[in-house]
Each structure stands twice: as structure tokens, then as C-alpha cells.
């Protein structure tokens, strides 16, 4: 496809079950970025990737939040037992470069129930 | 701490007239600034991106400057339609590495027909 593509669109999750997301960035882009949106609020800075490196991970808000790229391509975002307090959209955006226009999926909205 | 402060109310103007948004930010020295714009249950859509050394930018009827000084950008729409009526999300590149972007929570414009 053209554009930066997530699936799934929504998640309902019990609480303490594990999911994972699934974002298919625009074919050639080396920077992938995972953003978390809390409702009203701007995007929150999850991890950046540069192909298949993991180079920032600084905003992974606990050690239940996981984020691969394992060929440079397709990444997943997994959150292991999950919590209310994980509900909320996440985006992934990819671009050519670091420095470049990023372009984003329309996200997955988490609900944790 | 670093902060980015959009106006948290919303906006309300007249078909035709001139919309402005603010972002100011402290505790940050950016490369570069971007604009957004975001519709309800979508991504943020990329609109234009000002670096340091740049005082203004200009793309149709967009405007947007950038006063390092006051550590402020502007963001015009002039002519503005209905069809302008989004969330609009100011965002700064951090240093060094530029890896991490980071959002406001936006400003909500709506243009009235």
C-alpha cells in the first residue's frame, strides 16, 4: 500500500493479557517511530528504529512494553499484561530518514478492560 | 523540563477569516519545528517544517514562523474553509540526534460556514 499501515484498528484486552501491534511502514523508510495518544493529548514519544536497529527506547513507559523490527521492515509493538492504564491509541509513523517528513498509520486503539 | 504549551482552548473563527495558532516551548533549543494537522480517529498528517535558521515558511495558504528568541512559533491559515477545522499539533525534534520528536497536546480549530 501506499501509506503506513496498523492493524489491528481496535484491541480490547482483559487486563493482564499480552497484545501486540502491528505496523507496516511505507516500503523504503528506514525510521519507524511507535508514538502512544492519550485522549486530548498530543502523541507521546514510545521508540524510534532505524531499519532494524532499536536506537531509541527511551520513552517505553515500563518493562512490559516491547518494540521489534527484526529485518527493518514490518515492526510490532507487543505489551505484556496489559493495564488500564496502557489504554489509548498508538501510532506508528515511518519516514525516509530521521530528519525527514514522518508519515503515520491511523493507529490502534487500545482498551484495557 | 522540556514543555511545549499549545493554547488548550479551542478555536472558533469565521469562513474566510485568518486563523492562529500558537506553540511556545521552554527548555528546549530545536532544530526544527513542524505543524500537523489531525482529524478525529485518524493519524497526524505532516503540513510544514521551519528550521532554526529559518524565519518563515509558506505552503498555499499556510504560514508559519519561528522566533527562537521567543522560543514561539506561528501557525496562520489564512482564507480559512470549513474543511480546515482539525487539531492542529505543534512538534520539536530534540537534540542531539533529533531521534525523538516531541508533540503538544494541539489546539482544536473549528471554522464556522
Known amino acids: 500500500g501506499a501509506g503506513v499501515s496498523q492493524s489491528p484498528r481496535y484491541k480490547v484486552a482483559k487486563r493482564g493479557q499480552d497484545v501486540a501491534l502491528r505496523c507496516d511502514p511505507i516500503?523504503?523508510?528506514?525510521?519507524l517511530f511507535w508514538y502512544q495518544q492519550a485522549l486530548g493529548q498530543g502523541p507521546e514519544f514510545l521508540t524510534y528504529?532505524?531499519?532494524?536497529?532499536?536506537?531509541?527506547k527511551s520513552g517505553l513507559p515500563s518493562d512490559r512494553f516491547f518494540a521489534e523490527r527484526p529485518e527493518g521492515s514490518v515492526s510490532t509493538l507487543k505489551i505484556q499484561r496489559t493495564q488500564q492504564e496502557d489504554s489509548a491509541v498508538y501510532l506508528c509513523?515511518?519516514?525516509?530518514?530521521?530528519?525527514?517528513?514522518?508519515?503515520f498509520g491511523q493507529g490502534t486503539r487500545l482498551t484495557v478492560v | 523540563s522540556q514543555k511545549i504549551e499549545q493554547n488548550s482552548e479551542a478555536l472558533n473563527i469565521q469562513e474566510g477569516k485568518t486563523a492562529t495558532l500558537t506553540c511556545n516551548y521552554t527548555n528546549y533549543s530545536p532544530a526544527y519545528l513542524q505543524w500537523y494537522r489531525q482529524d478525529p480517529g485518524r493519524g497526524p498528517v505532516f503540513l510544514l517544517l521551519i528550521r532554526e535558521n529559518e524565519k518563515e515558511k509558506r505552503k498555499e495558504r499556510l504560514k508559519v514562523t519561528f522566533d527562537t528568541t521567543l522560543k514561539q512559533s506561528l501557525f496562520h491559515i489564512t482564507a480559512s474553509q470549513p474543511a480546515d477545522s482539525a487539531t492542529y499539533l505543534c512538534?520539536?525534534?530534540?537534540?542531539?540526534?533529533?531521534?525523538?520528536?516531541?508533540f503538544g497536546a494541539g489546539t482544536r480549530l473549528f471554522v464556522k460556514a
Open positions: 516500503s523504503g523508510h528506514v525510521s
Open positions: 528504529f532505524q531499519n532494524e536497529a532499536q536506537l531509541d
Open positions: 509513523a515511518s519516514s525516509l530518514d530521521t530528519n525527514t517528513e514522518a508519515f
Open positions: 512538534a520539536l525534534d530534540t537534540r542531539p540526534g533529533g531521534f525523538k520528536t516531541i
